[in-house]
């Protein structure tokens, strides 16, 4: 867990006294979960798999309650990176993703743009969709879903996932 004092060097120059409250609401999180002994468990299983930090981890605890009660793609359609196909009759539409739940679709829209970068797995993952010559866009998505996937995984079983 990041100490408050080492998130205030970062938010120089901001107007308003705005650095301080979202140093106050990451202490407060941090609190919360550390006063929880089945979130700090849960949380460090999330903040052991690369590409997701304690507000990644936060978010989900706090928006997700059901992560890790559900399986694949109960889990991926509640978040909203499920693809559903536009069908009728004869004709084949586009595969698309919608709805969901906007603040965790967004909070996982970053981990899994660090996690492209720096997890080896999903770094590979991502790589391989793009030498397939998918989109950039399409490959983050697949990528924010097997994310989304090894999260609530990691959350369902005792391992520690690194």
Request: some cysteine.
């Amino acid at each position: 867990m990041q100490p408050v004092s080492s998130l205030t060097g970062s938010c120089l120059g901001q107007k308003g006294g705005r650095c301080e409250r979202i140093a106050r609401i990451d202490l407060l999180m941090n609190e919360h979960i550390a006063g929880s002994q089945e979130l700090s468990a849960q949380a460090l299983k999330l903040t052991a798999i690369s590409g997701v930090g304690l507000r990644t981890a936060a978010l989900l605890l706090a928006q997700m309650p059901e992560l890790g009660q559900l399986n694949r793609r109960e889990v991926a359609a509640l978040v909203g990176v499920a693809p559903f196909n536009r069908d009728s009759g004869k004709l084949r539409g586009k595969r698309t993703i919608f709805g969901g739940r906007r603040h965790v679709h967004h909070g996982l829209y970053m981990a899994a743009l660090v996690a492209a970068r720096h997890n080896p797995i999903l770094r590979a993952f991502y790589q391989r969709l793009r030498a397939a010559g998918k989109p950039a866009k399409l490959a983050l998505t697949a990528t924010m879903r097997k994310l989304l996937i090894v999260l609530n995984s990691a959350v369902k079983s005792d391992p520690i996932y690194a």
